[in-house]
């Protein structure tokens, strides 16, 4: 069963009859029949078209940085568009093209138009009913962004979304340089610039949907409602993504405000609390557990999650980064922008050049507690890392490699820890003071380290030099997709005398798992398996990460695709589609009607095999 992801990423058999299917339990709820899952041969040349074409919906540069965690393969140039309106944004792009996204959207809600509810209509036939209250932590880019300055430059976007909703789409157009000033942060403080006031929206409604059509949260809150949730017994905790973690509390009081949420909660309803995160949500739940117990933060004791917390779903948790964040801050570059085309590049680099991009992602530090962590214990060295397969022709080992020699890149291959000490002398100083003074990517050997580290709030992001909360009767679900190739390292050169960086990836490399300057390996489209699947299988498992016994188990879920669904259908492994897969959704309501004790686990990767080559030891 685990060779299933290896086969896949060299070239072998991926027929149905090879692949490990879900369990029973979550195959009650599969309504796709067997003959719309696509393999890898199966694929239509136009998908990456399609996906080009779905989120095109998301605006231009929401297309660029939702890329950035949504994955999707496109980006759409605009010609030159001067003083351009709302209602003559479709005018500016071929007719044709206009066609082909309303004919996309139509032929999926014909070839595939499967009922949003099923999953919870099923299971309230079969007895489920809510029982836990239930409150969800979005992940990145999740949640919309909406402007409260009243200032002469804030008062035309007044109570509007410059993230999230068309609005941002129109400034963006209009007047980019007024939208670049309310979405970047100061730079020094890390809050907001001098008369800019940017917050999460809130309710459900901030994170359901990024854009009207394109969905989030709203497939697991309409799955929810059917076994009898509703405002009074769940919650979406939404927050500014773009804050470092300190700052959440600082500026927002984000934490306090959960805490508070929670324990209210739990005292209403008089049952525990269920707690649903995703992607950076499961980083910032992370850092939640040790602020709450501390008597620098929440002041409620080590006793606090096991008193108040019943279950922790973890979908898709970057719980060690994601490696994609690195040439975002480094370059302003993703595998997204690599795969353009030159005129793409062109239009793109005119409109929101890769210094640009570069400087607005290091102007949002929440985004920087993705980089990874662990250095070369976790992601290899110069010849060899965990993950590396048999008769691969590029080690993931070296993450920044380059093929030509010269002064403005190091003269060698750097891996994760050598990448990182260049990011920190090519930057910046306000970028590394906001880095450094906010996060710790190392690791933690002993006991007494771990202990110390309690008291270090730049350490509480990170599993490897922190504890588990010492909650006995909590229980952990870690579900994450598999089988979708995943950047994993880099290949760069020269940018040459026009560029204001250094560097860029060097797109002329196409060849094996190399894509564009690209290398790929597995993951879920956005994190990698190491990231989403190695604390979950072995790190949570050593006494010093875990040591009140916390239970742990993992469900992975291949990425089945279906052909006629731009964004998978109810199978898809990807990163953000998943939440709408049926099965995560069958799961995820299980738990919360207090039934997830009859949940088996789901290791069909090669993720064990890999944890056991990580170079960090039990003691």
Known sequence: MASVTRRRFLGGDTSPESREQTPERAEDVR?????????????????????????????????????????????????????????????????GLVKDAKDLTQGQRDAFNYDSFSVGLKLESEGFHAKHPVVMIPGVISTGLESWGTGNISRPFFRKRLWGSWSMMRALVTDKEAWKRHIMLDKYTG?????????????FDAADFFITGYWIWSKILENLATIGYDPTNSFTAAYDWRLSYQNLEVRDQYFTRLMIHI???HKLQGK???????????????????????????????????????????????????????PAVLSGEMKDTAQLNAFAVYGIERFLGRGER?????????????????????????????????????????????????LTHPAKNLTVAESMGYLMNTTEPWYQDQVKGSYSRDIALTKEEIDANEKDP?????????????????????????????????FYRDAGHLSELNITIDTSITVDNIDHGVVMGEGDGTVN??????????????????????????FEMPHEPDRFAPRGGPNTGDHVDILGRQSLNDLILRIAAGRGDEIGENVVSNIKEYADKVKIYDN
């Open 31 to 95: 309504l796709a029949p067997v003959s719309k899952i696509m393999t890898e041969k199966d694929k239509p040349r136009s998908r990456r078209r399609r996906n080009g074409l779905i989120f095109f919906l998301g605006g231009l540069f929401g297309i660029v940085l939702a890329g950035f965690f949504a994955q999707r393969n496109e980006l759409i140039d605009f010609p030159e568009l001067g003083d351009l309106s709302m209602d003559s944004v479709l005018d500016v792009f071929p007719a």
């Open 191 to 203: 809050l907001d610039p001098p008369g800019i006031k940017l917050r999460a929206a809130q309710g």
């Open 263 to 265: 324990e209210a909660a």
């Open 272 to 326: 525990k609390v269920v707690l649903v995160s995703h992607s950076m949500g499961s980083q910032v739940l992370y850092y939640f557990f040790h602020w709450v117990a501390s008597a620098s933060g929440g002041q409620g004791g080590d006793s606090w999650v096991d008193d108040h917390v019943e279950a922790w779903i973890n979908i898709s948790g970057c719980m060690l980064g994601a490696l994609k964040g690195y």
């Open 358 to 406: 570069a400087e607005i992602f290091r102007a949002m530090p929440g985004i920087s507690s993705m980089l990874p962590m662990g250095g070369d214990a976790v992601w290899g060295n110069s010849s060899w890392a965990p993950d590396d397969l048999p008769r691969q022709p590029v080690s993931f080992g070296t993450f920044l490699n380059f093929r030509d020699s010269n």
């Open 458 to 490: 730049r350490k509480w992001i990170n599993p490897l030099e922190t504890r588990l909360p010492l909650a006995p009767n909590l229980k952990i679900y870690c579900f994450y997709g598999i089988g979708k190739p995943t950047e994993r390292s880099y």
């Open 529 to 554: 398996l190491l990231s989403t699947g190695y604390m979950c299988n072995k790190g949570w498992h050593m006494k010093r990460y875990n040591p009140a016994g916390v239970q742990i188990k993992v």
